[in-house]
């Protein structure tokens, strides 16, 4: 299903309709304030699993990354001290992903890491999803070095590709097709290892 959702003030029926999915284990590809991703409800391991085996990696030793939809959310997930709450809260929400501590709070499946990565993607369609569900959004990006750009920014070539492995793709306008910027939080020593498409303040 191709479902039109716009960015600036995202349809309750067409968030519903989205989060009614996922509390079914169903997954979805959305837009975010980088490229486009899939997901899941973060507390659903079997569609985490589903999620990894339509990407190829393994969801014990892959790095796993969630979707929050406020920082009050992220401290359920994350542990964090005060310098890196601070750092969060100048940069999100935005095209980053931190990696922190996890929390004892999340289900087994992540605690056997000992780091998760965050985003807080400055998209409200997400963001809206995320709120609405209740819990957070396991999210990889779609993209894939051997596609050609519109792959990964074109709604419609989105649905196109992905359509039969998920059971909705949002159609949120073009994305882009730069990623989000790393930023390793697990010491005081803050290390962007991945620069992308923000510059960490």
């Not at 409800?41 to 014990?60: F, L, S, T």
């Not at 965050?118 to 990006?141: F, Q």
Request: glycine share 6%; proline share 6%.
């Amino acid at each position: 299903m191709l479902l039109k959702i716009y960015p600036e003030n995202p349809s309750q029926k067409g968030i519903e309709k989205v989060v009614n999915i996922l509390r079914d284990g169903g997954l979805a590809i959305y837009p975010t304030d980088t490229l486009y991703a899939i997901g899941c409800d973060a507390y659903n391991v079997r569609a985490v699993e589903k999620i990894c085996r339509i990407k190829g990696v393994n969801p014990q030793k892959c790095n796993l990354s969630i979707i929050c939809c406020d920082l009050s959310n992220v401290s359920e997930c994350a542990k964090m001290n005060n310098v890196t709450f601070k750092l969060l809260k100048r940069n999100l929400p935005g095209p980053f992903t931190f990696i922190l501590p996890v929390s004892n709070e999340l289900p087994k499946f992540y605690t056997t890491r000992k780091e998760i990565g965050i985003r807080i993607p400055d998209n409200a369609i997400i963001r809206e999803i995320v709120h609405s569900l209740g819990n957070p959004v396991m999210t990889m990006s779609i993209y894939d070095q051997h596609d050609q750009p519109e792959y990964m920014t074109d709604p419609e070539l989105i649905h196109e590709k992905y359509g039969q492995l998920v059971d909705v793709v949002i159609d949120g306008g073009y994305g882009s097709t730069e990623g989000s910027t790393v930023v390793n939080c697990v010491s005081d020593e803050f290390e962007v290892i991945r620069q992308g498409k923000a510059i960490l303040e």
